[in-house]
């Protein structure tokens, strides 16, 4: 019997798990050249194909850049909140100096309103206008009295980071394709299954070298792997299943 690759439903793959296959099918058709496998005209659909599923996973996943705004925004919450506190501290400080100063310096935080409660995007420009006014000469005293020229030189640093992450991560969004990764498979799978069947037919008119018998070994185990992951989930499931059945019996 000629060896050949092994079908594998690809409806029932998770979208991590298609993308593997589709990726790791990519990565050995290109090592093994295309020629070799009588791939030649099949390739440039399918690594474009590729392509598109790949930016609409990502894009489904979200951004990275995404994540790095959350945590640089939640930074510069914690360093406004942080100042606002010193600041309140000082004005219950037994040094009249300390309360004059903090209170001169309140009055300028009060007028960008509660940064807190604005949106990103307002919330970026009131801590770039806050911390640029309180580096004017007429403040420099009252910060320095109630210590506070870290925090308003670390405020104003991780604010322009987050104004930096936001714009590019809107570039990036703007160059990104629609995150249909549904839509996105359904034109690999018949391009993947194209291949599949060309290989075959290779191996049945005997036309299959080291070069292809190896591509098959190689895909075949990439393609046993997923089905032993696919049993697992599907095992876990079942059984989550009983469980959640006998629970609700019970009550």
């Known amino acids: 019997m000629n060896l050949s690759i092994e079908s594998i439903l690809l409806v029932r793959l998770r979208n991590e798990q298609h993308a593997h296959l589709m990726t790791e099918t990519l990565r050995l058709i290109t ?3 295309p020629a070799k496998l009588g791939l030649e005209a099949l390739l440039p659909p399918f690594q474009a194909a590729w392509s598109v599923e790949n930016a609409a996973i990502e894009v489904e996943r979200g951004s990275l850049l995404t994540v790095q705004m959350g945590e640089k ?3 510069r919450e914690k360093l406004y909140s942080g100042f606002v ?3 309140e501290t000082n004005l219950r400080h037994f040094d009249k100096t300390r309360q004059e100063a903090a209170q001169q310096l309140m009055r300028v935080v009060n007028k960008y309103g509660n940064v807190r409660r604005k949106t990103n995007v307002e919330a970026t420009i009131s801590l770039r206008n806050l911390s640029g006014e309180l580096q004017d000469a007429g403040f420099q005293q009252p910060i320095a009295i109630v210590e506070g020229h870290g ?8 604010n322009e980071e987050y104004s930096a992450l936001f714009n ?3 570039a990036e969004l703007s160059g990104r394709i629609s995150g ?9 799978n018949p391009l993947y299954e194209a291949i599949v069947k060309r290989v075959n037919a290779m191996t049945e008119l005997n036309q299959t070298d080291i070069i292809c018998t190896n591509f098959i070994k ?4 990439i393609i046993e792997g997923l089905k032993t992951t696919m049993a697992i989930q599907q095992a876990e499931k079942a059984k989550m299943n009983k469980t959640s059945s006998t629970e609700t019996k019970t009550e």
């Open 180 to 188: 249909n990764v549904h839509n996105a498979r359904s034109v690999i």
């Open 73 to 75: 925004d939640h930074e």
């Open 85 to 87: 506190f010193l600041l």
């Open 218 to 221: 190689q895909l075949n185990g």
């Open 168 to 170: 590019n991560r809107n």
């Open 31 to 33: 090592e093994a050249t």
């Open 151 to 158: 925090w308003i030189s670390q405020l104003q640093a991780v």
